[in-house]
């Protein structure tokens, strides 16, 4: 069968439905789910937000979207750097998250893990900062969800250190985000 081609397809009561409209309402559930996973390593060494050169996807009008962020980052020499992070969307959206990370200011990766209270219409581009030491890879995980209005546009993870230093912060490839669109 070509993927064009449509045939009815019969269901336990009788009726018919083309296999025309389950490969769109298919592809529709696959396109409503989308895995970006960062590439390659990005590194910065001041504390001045960037837009993150892999993290981010499309959203569309009148939608609420689910997320989950997960990110692992290092720092050469010291835990000084830390690491903020913010997310920016389209003007008119609202938006809630948490995140759950080492505490800033800790220096060693048995640190205290901090879970931010869950933030109601955050604004894009605030900000929540988290550790990151010298003692290996450092994970950070935010949760949220995002409801557009009449303003379709991207959804991106921005970050940076939270305390400039000349060293390393690294936001690592194989940090990665998955957005759906539930409603």
Same mark, same amino acid.
């Given at each position: 069968?070509?993927? !064009?081609? =449509? $045939?009815?397809?019969?269901?336990?009561?009788?009726?018919?439905?083309?296999?025309?409209?389950?490969?769109?309402?298919?592809?529709?559930?696959?396109?409503? $789910?989308?895995?970006?996973?960062?590439?390659?390593?990005?590194i910065?060494t001041?504390?001045?937000l960037?837009?993150?050169?892999?993290?981010?996807?499309?959203? =569309?009008?009148?939608? #609420?979207?689910?997320?989950?962020? =997960? +990110?692992?980052?290092?720092?050469?020499?010291?835990?000084?750097?830390?690491?903020?992070?913010?997310l920016?969307?389209?003007?008119?959206? #609202?938006?809630?998250? !948490?995140?759950?990370? +080492?505490?800033?200011?800790? #220096?060693?990766?048995?640190?205290?893990? &901090? +879970?931010?209270a869950?933030?109601?219409?955050?604004?894009?581009? &605030?900000?929540?900062? $988290? !550790?990151?030491?010298?003692?290996?890879?450092?994970?950070?995980?935010?949760?949220?969800?995002?409801?557009?209005? !009449?303003?379709?546009?991207v959804?991106?993870?921005?970050?940076?250190?939270?305390t400039? #230093?000349?060293?390393?912060?690294?936001?690592?490839?194989?940090?990665?985000?998955?957005?759906?669109?539930?409603?």
């Open positions: 069968m070509e993927a !064009s081609e =449509v $045939r009815p397809v019969t269901i336990a009561s009788g009726a018919k439905i083309l296999s025309a409209d389950i490969a769109a309402a298919i592809t529709a559930a696959l396109a409503a $789910r989308v895995y970006v996973e960062k590439t390659a390593n990005q910065k001041n504390n001045t960037v837009d993150d050169n892999h993290l981010f996807s499309s959203v =569309v009008t009148s939608s #609420t979207y689910a997320f989950e962020l =997960v +990110l692992f980052y290092t720092t050469a020499t010291s835990a000084t750097p830390d690491m903020k992070v913010a920016t969307f389209p003007a008119g959206c #609202t938006a809630s998250w !948490s995140a759950i990370g +080492l505490e800033t200011g800790v #220096t060693t990766a048995a640190g205290i893990v &901090a +879970l931010n869950w933030s109601e219409s955050v604004t894009s581009g &605030a900000t929540l900062a $988290r !550790s990151a030491t010298n003692a290996g890879t450092i994970v950070m995980v935010i949760k949220g969800r995002i409801k557009t209005t !009449s303003t379709a546009g959804f991106r993870l921005q970050w940076a250190q939270n400039t #230093t000349a060293e390393n912060t690294t936001l690592l490839a194989g940090s990665h985000m998955i957005i759906e669109k539930v409603a």
